[in-house]
């Protein structure tokens, strides 16, 4: 789980590229052996072809925005890639435990934080609307604590795919959902518990007020923009069209400095799969920086972690939770499945030691209104915050 909003690479994403006054001979490179079969021409690489051959060699961040969020051909714009029958599994939908502890972290720091009359949760990227669902479930059964708390849930979502999906997950059938193309909130509805839910192609159109934000895998999937080292300094790498192959992308270097260097102040390899094979048929992810994230975030709220995902669900609780799931089933099927979702998510072979819990918060909730605190600093120093402690209910 990452906490914080979209960063500053936004501004990149949105601008116009501009026109890099360089002749390019520089180096290139492939993005490795690709079996025959699979080198098949997509539209999506048609389209990105057609771009180059316009405008030059792209960005690798453009390149990403491209494949994996074009209105018309985005792999997250037309595809339900989630699940055993899609290209990848997260944790929300491995085990209903992860969503369930999420759920509980937000009611402690709504608590720790003073018990708001009103909170917006939203999630960035929503996926099949599984972790949010298993989230309100938590709010459902936890009523009590929660009865005098005015609670909206915002969806930021690209996909209209994807936003049926999630609708069909949290809302009842015969609650008519309302839709409205060109309004910032393009999909209304109401969640079984009763809970309105929107949703929004942008982050900036989502409401101003009192809220959590939940963005799972989600900055790992943000266009970036990758460097190399040379003799000459950092060269930025682009995308091109094989001058030798006409139906195929390469990897080349800039043979000058790109506005993009401007941006970085420490940075370090993302890496870049077997991505210019078939675009738009495929997820593209790169290392989140959380380093860089911290760096960026510091003035204005305070870091912590990352930790590792079995560390911050096991000072969840997730223990104590499998172990009344187990006690309530008499199933073995469903006995299993526990135990296996409960592997995969702390087995440091698996998902434990790899995945990574980052949050940022308001200064004032650490260090009681200093907001004068130590950029590396990712342990709390005065109220601790569960997960990254050991969760305690006062």
């Known amino acids: 789980m990452r906490v914080p909003v979209r960063s500053a690479l936004r501004s990149l994403w949105d601008a116009a590229r501009p026109v890099i006054p360089c002749i390019w001979r520089g180096k290139y490179f ?12 997509t539209p999506m690489q048609r389209h990105l072809m057609y771009k180059i051959k316009s405008t030059g060699p792209i960005t690798v ?24 029958k899609g290209d990848f599994i997260t944790s929300p939908e491995i085990s209903q435990i992860f969503g369930e502890l999420i759920g509980i972290w937000f009611i402690s720091e709504w608590i720790a934080a003073g018990k708001s009359a009103a909170f917006q949760l939203v999630e960035l990227g929503p996926g099949r609307g599984t972790l949010t669902g298993d989230i309100l479930r938590v709010f459902s059964q936890l009523g009590s604590v929660l009865k005098n708390c005015d609670i909206s849930i915002h969806l930021v979502e690209v996909s209209q795919k994807l936003s049926e999906i999630q609708a069909l997950t949290l809302t009842e059938e015969k609650i008519p959902l309302e839709r409205n193309a060109e309004s910032l909130v393009y999909m209304k509805g109401v969640s079984k518990s009763g809970i309105p839910i929107s949703w929004y192609r942008n982050l900036q159109d989502v409401p101003k007020g009192y809220s959590f934000y939940l963005a799972h895998e989600f900055f ?68 989140v920086d959380f380093r860089y994230l911290r760096k960026m975030a510091q003035e204005k709220v305070a870091s912590l972690g990352p930790v590792e995902q079995k560390t911050f669900l096991k000072n969840m609780g997730i223990d104590v939770r499998l172990k009344v799931l187990l006690d309530k089933s008499d199933d073995p099927s469903m ?51 569960a997960g990254f402690d050991e969760l305690t209910w006062r």
């Open 61 to 84: 961040a453009e390149y990403m925005k491209e494949v994996l969020t074009n209105p018309a051909k985005g792999y997250y714009v037309h595809h339900d890639m989630l699940g055993e």
């Open 30 to 41: 492939s993005s490795g052996n690709v079996p025959v079969q699979n080198n098949r021409v």
């Open 335 to 385: 006995r299993q499945q526990l135990l296996q979702g409960y592997d995969m998510l702390m087995n440091p072979k698996k998902m434990g030691e790899r995945f990574n819990f980052f949050a940022l918060l308001p200064h004032q909730r650490l260090h009681g209104g200093n907001h004068q605190v130590n950029a590396q600093q990712t342990k709390p120093s005065a109220s601790p915050v």
């Open 220 to 287: 790992d999937v943000l266009p970036v923009h990758k460097f190399q080292k040379t003799p000459q300094g950092w060269r930025e790498v682009f995308i091109d069209i094989d001058p030798q192959i006409s139906d195929k992308l390469r990897f080349v270097l800039a043979p000058c400095s790109t506005p993009a260097e401007a941006f970085i102040q420490g940075f370090c390899g993302h890496k870049l799969h077997d991505v210019l094979t078939a675009p738009g048929t495929a997820d593209l992810t790169a290392d």
